[in-house]
């Protein structure tokens, strides 16, 4: 009677354990390529077992994976990456970890360049898991439909909603959708192919590529969807400055924006091949106040422009040599080789001045330790390092994360 009991209770075990199982899947280096390619949306905690937050977001995190799997979305998986067992395969490209818990998205086997930064609750978890599922296209009867405010358009034109271009084109708009709205043309008498409009009334710019070929009309359209001016807020500020890459702000007054479309231009002109190097940027110069206060600024000062590199702020020294044709482009290199830095103590360089002798550069990613404090100029009690940065307190918080340097130990 004793064995039949035992065996009644370990049978039971057996089922209660399998009940528990979450649907949440552990993703390693082994079969991440496989889930990738064969879901079209994959949701990944990237976590480590030591960080409280990590901790918390957990079973969340799991009853999203269940309550998805219940509702039956086959296309979709949750899963764990952990990056105490698998260091390597978190910091490397794609991914990029440098904190805990870290939500990433792909779709279509892409890895979103945006993490998932919303509620830390299980039906936040379940839409925006579903929102992503949603077609990202507006399909039109005629091209009139297109809006006539919108600026910065795609159009797919596709003879049938079942090609390989139709379904190309889908994939490129759930992972680019965010950055420009996606029409489609549908009919017999249209060419397979996709346009971009910068603005409504303009003419399309076609892609002369494979539309098939689904990388290279990412590219293309990567590069005309994000654009090289962007605003900065309380609400994106944390996003943007995880990207890494110092900023070129102009700081404006509101009541005088006009200056945001000539900056606009002028960077455009001058620093499209700096996209990789440095993020350009407008700031409303009354909601940072702040920044403007470490440059020792007020509104009277506005507009005004200035890189953060992180670690320290320079000012541009006038907003009007902006016009001369070089301008702008020379103060992003003169970041990048150190000049700025230098010129901060030695003052301005003639040819062959520092004789080889370099301070350091200015690194991208903040929080380095440096000595000084903000201010700024030459005049008597002046600290001895450009003001230090303010921007990169919009960084990710430690009361939401956890970083690799494992500060919770």
Not at 9 to 37: C, E, F, K, M, W
Not at 91 to 99: E, R, T, Y
Request: hydrophobic fraction near 35%; proline fraction near 6%.
């Amino acid at each position: 009677m004793a064995a039949v009991l035992l065996f009644i209770l370990a049978a039971l075990q057996v089922i209660l354990n399998g009940a528990s199982a979450s649907a949440a899947v552990q993703i390693t280096p082994d079969n991440y390529v496989q889930l990738r390619d064969s879901k079209v949306v994959v949701l990944i905690d990237f976590y480590a077992d030591w960080c409280r937050f990590s901790q918390q977001l957990r079973p969340i995190f799991e009853k999203a994976a269940d309550e998805l799997k219940e509702l039956g979305q086959e296309n979709v998986v949750l899963g764990l990456v952990d990056c105490e067992a698998h260091k390597q395969f978190c910091q490397d490209s794609p991914f990029h970890i440098s904190k805990y818990p870290t939500l990433k998205l792909i779709r279509h086997g892409l890895v979103s360049r945006k993490e998932y930064r919303g509620r830390r609750a299980t039906d936040a978890l379940v839409e925006f898991v579903q929102k992503q599922l949603v077609n990202p296209l507006t399909h039109l009867s005629s091209y009139s439909e297109l809006p006539k405010d919108t600026k910065r358009v795609v159009v797919g034109y596709f003879k049938e909603n079942t090609s390989v271009e139709y379904e190309t084109f889908v994939k490129v708009a759930a992972n680019m959708g965010d950055d420009c709205p996606f029409y489609v043309l549908i009919g017999p008498e249209r060419d397979n192919t996709v346009g971009f409009k910068e603005d409504i009334q303009m003419v399309d710019a076609r892609y002369d590529g494979d539309v098939t070929a689904f990388p290279n009309l990412m590219q293309w359209l990567n590069k005309r969807c994000i654009p090289m001016v962007r605003e900065i807020t309380f609400e994106n500020g944390e996003e943007l400055t995880e990207e890494g890459l110092p900023f070129l702000i102009l700081f404006y007054d509101p009541d005088q924006p006009e200056i945001k479309q000539t900056f606009q231009h002028k960077v455009e002109e001058e620093l499209m091949d700096q996209r990789d190097t440095i993020n350009c940027v407008t700031a409303d110069g009354l909601k940072f106040a702040h920044p403007l206060q470490h440059l020792q600024k007020t509104r009277d000062d506005l507009p005004l422009l200035a890189i953060d590199s992180f670690r320290h702020m320079f000012v541009f020294p006038s907003l009007n040599d902006m016009h001369i044709p070089g301008k702008l482009k020379q103060f992003v290199q003169d970041l990048h080789s150190g000049k700025l830095h230098r010129e901060f103590h030695n003052g301005p360089e003639h040819a062959g001045d520092h004789h080889g002798h370099q301070a350091p550069q200015e690194h991208h990613q903040g929080g380095g330790h440096h000595q000084g404090g903000g201010g700024g100029g030459h005049d008597g009690g002046t600290p001895d390092v450009p003001p230090d940065s303010t921007f990169k307190k919009l960084q990710p918080a430690k009361s939401r994360y956890s970083f690799a340097e494992r500060d919770e130990l």
